[in-house]
Structures are given as C-alpha cells and as structure tokens.
C-alpha cells in the first residue's frame, strides 16, 4: 500500500469514527442531541443556574393514529426546528418519543405553558405542546436529575389541565 492510499484509508476512518460520534450523541430524526448525549453533558451544567423546559406534543398518539407515523415524524422534526429557533444558545434534547428537554443557562421564562402550531403539509391538524419548566442550581448528577424531573412534574400538571379542558 502506498503512502497516499493509507493517508486516503486513514482519513476516510477519522471521517467515519467522527460520524459515528456524532449519530450516538444525536437523535436519528431530529437531530437534536439524545439521552447519551445528555449523561455526558451533566458534568458541563453541575454548580450553573439553569432553567430546564420539558416539552411534549400533546396527543401525539392520535396524531400518528388519524394521519399515519409520516405526519408523526413531520410533527416531531417540525417541533425540533422549533425548538432549535427559540432556543438557539442553549441545549435541546429529543428526551424520548414525543417529549423534548431544553436546559437554558439562566433565569429563563419562556411565558408560557402550552404553545400551538400548524402543520403546513396537514391542513387543519393543529399541534398542541405542553411545556413544564423548573429552576435551580444542581450540585452534583442527582440534583441535576431531580430538576428535570420537577420540570416534568410541571409538564404532567399542565397536560391534565390541558387535556381535561378538551373533554
């Protein structure tokens, strides 16, 4: 093997071990950073002020049931590109299925509890969002965990005043 082929063959392996790194750390759909991601990330947000945001599509199941998972898709990459503009600086998360974690640096008030969309490509179907929200300063991977989980408490407070306004 020549010298140009192995440096050619060894480039080509950064490239793929640097993709690689990157789809383990990032959400296959929607290309926000996933769970793994997050472990890694604590270490970063331990002894900081943050705000952490858990946001889930509110019946996502039906969604996907009345207008099939291609549409269900499209919500949760649409939500993702949402989530991406409003919240640019700070990290977001695909936290599973249909539920999102943003974790802002900061006093942070985003203002309000629910947020609603339209999908261009399904006329009348209208996206829903409840969003929970929780402040704190997390001294170590435990307190940091207990913040998401208040600010996922909030979000399950929102859904049942949300889903028992619908009935």
Not at 18 to 31: I, M, P, Q, V
Not at 139 to 162: C, N, P
Request: aromatic share 10%; proline share 1%.
């Amino acid at each position: 093997m020549s010298l140009v082929t192995a440096s050619v063959n060894s480039l080509e392996l950064v490239k793929t071990n640097d993709r690689l790194f990157y789809n383990s750390r990032h959400d296959g759909l929607t290309g926000l950073r996933n769970r793994k991601a997050l472990d890694e990330d604590v270490h970063k947000m331990i002894g900081k002020h943050l705000t952490a945001y858990m946001i889930d599509v509110n019946y996502f199941k039906e969604i996907n049931d009345n207008f099939g998972h291609a549409v269900g898709d499209r919500v949760l990459t649409e939500t993702a590109a949402m989530i991406r503009l409003k919240f640019s600086k700070d990290r977001c998360y695909r936290y599973g299925g249909d539920e999102f974690l943003i974790l802002s640096e900061g006093e942070g008030s985003y203002g309000s509890d629910t947020l609603t969309f339209c999908i261009s490509e399904v006329p009348g179907l209208e996206v829903l969002f409840s969003i929970g929200s929780a402040q704190g300063t997390p001294e170590d991977h435990d307190d940091f965990f207990r913040l998401i989980s208040v600010a996922d408490g909030k979000l399950y407070e929102v859904k049942e005043r949300t889903h028992s306004q619908r009935s």
